[in-house]
C-alpha cells in the first residue's frame, strides 16, 4: 500500500500564516482606504480608485524584478526584505499629511507587497510533496485567498467609526505578525540547491535579457488572469458605497464573509479536481458563475439577493485564481518559476489596480449597478482570451511532465 506524503508541516503553516496576514493587511486597506479618501481627504470617485491604483502601480514596477530576485538571490532572503519594507510603510502612515504623501507612501507600500508576494509564493510552492501538489498549494492559496474576502470585512469593520488611527495601528500589527512569521521560514534544500546550481556567468547573462524579468511561458494565461483581477476590482473598492446606494449598507461586510466561506468550503474539492483533470474543469465553470454573480449583484435590491451573489462569486472565484497561478508555474520550468509567479502577479496586480481606476469612472459618469454590469460582462473577454491564448494552443501539443502547483 503507497503511503500518501504529509502536507501539514511547520514549515508549510509558517509561509501560509505569513501569506495571509500579508494579503488581509493589503485588502484591509484596499477597502477602507477608498473611504478614508471619500470621507477625511474629500476625495472624488476616481481618486478612491486612484488610493488602490497607486498601490498596484508600485506592485507593477517592481513585479517584473521580484521574480528575478526570488531566482537569484533567494526566497527567504526577499521575503524578508520586502515584509520589513512592508511593514515600515504601514508605520509610515502616520505621518502622512495630505494626499501627495498619502499617495507616495501607497506607492512604496505596493512596491514592498510585490517583493513579498513573490518571495513567499515561490517557498510555498517548493514544500509541497510532488504526489499531492494540487490539493497542498491549494490550501495554501486558500488562506490568500480567505485574506483577500476577509480583508475587506475587516476594513469596513475597522473603518466604521472613522478612526484612523485605529485603522493604522490594527494594520501595524497584522503587517508585524507576517514579518514574525516570515522571520522564522525555512527554506526548502531543493531551493538551495536550484539556486546554487545557477553559474555566476549565467546569471550575469541573465540581466540583458527581457525574459529575465517576464517569464514568457506564464504570460498568455496572467493575461486571462489581469481580466479577472480587472472585474474583481469592483467589490474590495467599491461594494460599501454600492450597499449603501441601494440601502442594504448592513450587508456589505457579511457579503466579504460568505464570499470568503465559499472559498474555504471548496477549495479541498477544487484542488483535487485539478489533480485528477485538465485545468478546463474548473476554469469555464469558475468564470460563469463568477460572471453570473456579478451580472446578479448588479441588479440586487435586497441584502439576501446580495448575499446569494456573493455565494456564486465566491464558488467561482474560489476555482479561478489558484487554476491560474497553477498553470503560470506549472508552464514555467523549475528554476523560473519565481519569474513566473511574479510574471502572474504582475499582470493580476494590474488588473486590479486599472480596474480600480476605471469602475471609479463608470460609477462617476453612471452608477454603481452599471458598474457591475460591466464587472459582469468582463469575464465574458477573459473566456476568450483563456481559449485563444492558453485552451487552443494547449489542446495541439501534449504538455511537460512537470509538479503541479495549486496556488
Known amino acids: 500500500m503507497l503511503t500518501r506524503e504529509r502536507i501539514w508541516s511547520k514549515n508549510f503553516v509558517v509561509v501560509c500564516m505569513s501569506s495571509f496576514f500579508m494579503f488581509l493587511t493589503f485588502y484591509i486597506l484596499a477597502t477602507a482606504f477608498p473611504l478614508y479618501v471619500k470621507d477625511s481627504l474629500h476625495g472624488s470617485q476616481q481618486q478612491m480608485g486612484l488610493s488602490i491604483t497607486i498601490y498596484v502601480i508600485g506592485g507593477v514596477l517592481i513585479r517584473p524584478f521580484s521574480g528575478q530576485w526570488v531566482d537569484r538571490y533567494g526566497s527567504k532572503k526577499m521575503a524578508i526584505i520586502g515584509m520589513v519594507i512592508f511593514l515600515l510603510a504601514c508605520i509610515s502612515y502616520f505621518g502622512a499629511k495630505g494626499m501627495f504623501m498619502f499617495m507616495l507612501i501607497r506607492l512604496i507600500h505596493g512596491m514592498s507587497y510585490a ?227 511574479g510574471t502572474f502577479f504582475l499582470l493580476f496586480d494590474l488588473g486590479y489596480g486599472i480596474g480600480s481606476y476605471v469602475m471609479g469612472m463608470i460609477a462617476s459618469v453612471s452608477d454603481y449597478r452599471m458598474m457591475y454590469v460591466v464587472a459582469g460582462l468582463v469575464p465574458l473577454l477573459s473566456a476568450a482570451l483563456y481559449y485563444v491564448l492558453h485552451h487552443r494552443p494547449r489542446s495541439k501539443i501534449t504538455l511537460p511532465n512537470q509538479n503541479v502547483k495549486l496556488v
Open 115 to 341: 517583493i513579498a508576494s513573490t518571495a513567499t509564493s515561490t517557498i510555498a510552492s517548493s514544500l509541497v510533496p510532488n504526489s499531492r501538489q494540487g490539493t497542498g498549494m491549494g490550501y495554501f492559496s486558500m488562506f490568500m485567498s480567505v485574506g483577500m474576502v476577509i480583508g475587506p470585512a475587516m476594513g469596513l469593520f475597522l473603518w466604521k467609526d472613522k478612526n484612523i488611527h485605529m485603522l493604522l495601528l490594527a494594520i501595524c500589527v497584522i503587517a508585524a505578525l507576517s514579518l514574525l512569521f516570515t522571520l522564522s521560514m525555512r527554506v526548502p534544500k531543493q531551493e538551495q540547491e536550484a539556486l546554487q546550481a545557477v553559474r555566476p556567468e549565467e546569471r550575469e547573462k541573465r540581466r540583458l535579457q527581457w525574459s529575465d524579468f517576464i517569464e514568457p511561458k506564464a504570460l498568455p494565461i496572467s493575461v486571462v488572469g489581469f481580466i479577472l483581477a480587472f472585474a474583481y476590482s469592483s467589490l474590495s473598492g467599491f461594494m460599501s458605497s454600492f450597499t449603501v446606494e441601494i440601502h442594504q449598507s448592513q450587508v456589505a461586510g457579511t457579503f466579504f464573509v460568505v464570499f470568503a466561506l465559499m472559498i474555504v468550503v471548496f477549495r479541498p474539492l477544487i484542488g483535487k479536481v485539478f489533480d485528477s483533470y485538465n485545468e478546463h474543469y474548473l476554469y469555464y465553470p469558475g468564470i460563469i458563475l463568477f460572471a453570473v454573480g456579478m451580472l446578479l449583484l448588479s441588479q440586487a435590491h435586497s441584502g439576501a439577493m446580495v448575499l446569494v451573489a456573493g455565494i456564486i462569486m465566491g464558488v467561482g472565484y474560489g476555482a479561478l485564481l489558484p487554476c491560474f497561478q497553477a498553470l503560470a508555474m506549472k508552464l514555467a520550468p523549475e528554476h523560473r518559476r519565481g519569474s513566473a509567479t
